[in-house]
């Protein structure tokens, strides 16, 4: 577990894979594998004359972990990405949803291949969330369908969100044409303030009626995105987007990483969890760009299938990709601002199948 921690602080410094997420992971993945740190260890209570008594303070990660333990830190960093999110593609471009809709298509075909490997239906929707490529959503509906399982499925979620670069353009490649890569989109058309202020709004009315157990992620993401828009509230929105999100990422990475403790990894369960984690990324990352290239052969050729892989809601890792890879065809090639659209309905794609899980297991 050391060496995974160290491989992991390489890819994180030396590839620069999303070292904002990776760094503390390896780092907390290090340190809850030296022995005798006591970083972790409960506190101890005594009662006396009646009233229960801290006898002895509880490591620091044992009180870091609460945060994810009580569903804290998943609805915090959600406002910081919702305060850092541009809704403006997805509204120019409503046809975008459907890549991110698409995108989810991993996270149920995943739940089923972890039926049949003999995972209970709660733990089996706590693996597929993964394919959503969301590492707080995966957080959140893992506390409440399969706590047991939080290490595991927090760690691969971030690990792999932290390897978008590498894991989706091979099979982007795969999927696609040169042709096709190389299509030049057209400019999306300018929304309008009020348009960008009625978008959150709408979404947090008709997510949290319909599915109200995913409330606490949605109302935040919402919530942030309302602050960046109204431009009423700078100091609000620039808190949210820098020093909160920032500071819940350093504790939830470390915190995230201090799971991966070596007796609860190195199982067979731990292995089948990893293996299926990256089968569900791939599944939503490939179905996003066969979405893609429905639109693509629909559009009669207007749409770049390659923006269907920022389906998945690692934002905005995988509308970067998008981009790389179709400038890796054609350098004069500008696909980010288009990819943004199926990347931020891939956030609120994977907040509902998590939503629609949660209503059906939980």
Partial sequence: ????????????????????????????????????????????YELINGKLITKEA????????????????????????????????????????????GAQFGVFFTFIAALLLGFTKQEAAAIGIIGGADGPTAIYLTTKLAKEL???????????????PLIQPPIMR?????????????????????EKIVF???????????????????????????????LVVDRLSDTAQNALIN???????????????AEIFLQMQTIKIIVLGVVAFGISTAAGVIIGKIMYKVSGGK???????????????AARVSQVVGQQEDPGNFLLMHAMGPNVSGVIGTAVAAGVLLTLFG
Avoid: H, W
């Fill in 1 to 44: 577990m050391i060496g995974i921690s160290g491989l992991l602080v390489y890819l994180a410094i030396k590839k620069e894979f999303e070292p904002l997420l990776l760094l503390p992971i390896a780092f907390g993945m290090l340190i809850t594998n030296l022995p005798l740190n006591g970083l972790q260890k409960p506190p101890i």
């Fill in 58 to 101: 509880g490591g620091l990660f044992y009180y870091l972990y609460k945060g994810v333990e009580l569903d804290i830190y998943p609805p915090l960093i959600f406002l910081g990405v919702g305060a850092m999110t541009d809704f403006g593609p997805l509204i120019a471009n409503p046809s975008s949803i459907l890549m991110g809709a």
């Fill in 150 to 164: 939080l290490g595991p499925i927090a760690v691969a979620a971030y690990s792999y969100m932290a390897l978008v």
């Fill in 174 to 194: 795969a999927l696609t044409t040169k042709e096709e890569r190389t299509v030049r989109m057209g400019q999306l058309r300018k929304v309008r303030k009020v």
């Fill in 200 to 230: 959150p709004i709408v979404v947090t009315i008709l997510v949290i009626l319909l599915l109200p157990s995913i409330a606490p992620l949605i109302s935040m993401l919402m919530l942030g995105n309302i602050f960046r828009e109204s």
């Fill in 247 to 261: 500071i819940i990422t350093i504790f939830l990475g470390v915190t995230v990483g201090a799971t991966a403790k």
């Fill in 303 to 317: 749409v770049n299938p390659l923006i269907g892989s920022a389906g998945v809601s690692a934002v905005p890792m």
